[in-house]
């Protein structure tokens, strides 16, 4: 009499059947296995080198702004509460992979618990959706700068701030908790390897045995509602942002009011691009090499956070001179 071998689920016990080749025992993980850069094991040391230069700069640079605005009273306005927003966010994001990440890559320390796993997932996603509502709301408050200018101070209250800043947050934590509660609800019973670096979500459900489209077609909604929407109210944003820049009298004031815009669009493409570019290649990029797709994930979350700090601090007047006061004055 041929025996059903079970699959574990976390808190369950399911039966599974498969065909008499593939028959073997299965036993419930309570730890996965991230491999790091399958591939590249050779090289994960010297690897480490420029993640970690990046997570250096992310945080010196986002505590910096942190810093500079709660020092300077004239920063106390929404474009620069937004921008703390920002900072905090990328802080937990960046700090999200990379401890475990350099664990990988110099101590070769690959467990990592279920439970564990999950949570690391739900914060990369859930302060990703964070992130992208943030930049939405930065693009609105240039636009009311730029189209009502008399009427900014009153629209943007700090009050306003705080609730455009909850909204966000809470969009974030609503969309993404289904993510953990269903990587939790399917049996796990191929392999607790996950040739990753961290616990990205489809990496995460791919040793499932069961089917798991609901969370597939889950995932691609929130990544499409997210970003599509996202992006949707940025663009409106600034086409109305151009159509009154476009009327103002004299070029000079023109680029100036350009100028005020900048550097938001610049950490737009700098959060945008790599992470259409890796959601792309991870769904269809089927030829594309392993190692590339996971490269591109890294680059996606740590680039950003490295990046919005250097650009609102080099191109923000404000933050720059007051930089620069502060260094100034330790030299003297």
Known sequence: MKKTPFCFQVG???????????????????????????????????????????????????FTILFIVKREPSLHGPMYYFLCMLAVTDLV???SILPKMLSIFWFISREIDFSACLTQMYFIHCFSAIESGIFVAMAFDRYVAICNPLRHSTILKNTMVVKIGLA???????????????????????????????????????????????????GLFVALSVIGLDVFFIVVSYIQILRAIFRLPTKDTRLKTF????????????????????????????????????????????????LNPIIYGVRTKQIRNRLLQIFTHKGT
């Open 168 to 218: 966000m947050m809470v969009r974030g934590i609503m969309l993404i908790l289904p993510h953990p509660i269903l990587a939790r609800w399917w049996p796990y019973c191929r392999t607790n390897i996950i040739p990753h670096t961290y616990c990205e979500y489809m990496a995460v459900l791919n040793p499932a045995c069961a089917d798991i489209r609901i969370s597939s077609y889950y």
């Open 259 to 306: 100028g005020t815009c900048s550097s938001h669009l610049c950490v737009i493409l700098a959060f945008y691009i790599p992470g259409l570019f890796s959601f792309l290649t991870h769904r269809f990029g089927h030829n594309v090499p392993q190692r590339f797709h996971i490269l591109t994930a890294n680059m996606y979350i740590l680039v950003p956070p490295m």
């Open 12 to 62: 369950h016990l399911l039966p599974y059947s498969m065909s008499d080749s593939n028959t073997t025992n299965f036993t419930n993980f309570s730890t996965f296995i991230l491999l790091g850069i399958p591939g590249l094991e050779a090289a994960h040391v010297w690897i480490s080198i420029p993640f970690c230069t990046m997570y250096a700069i992310a945080v010196l640079g986002n």
């Open 93 to 95: 994001l960046s700090t």
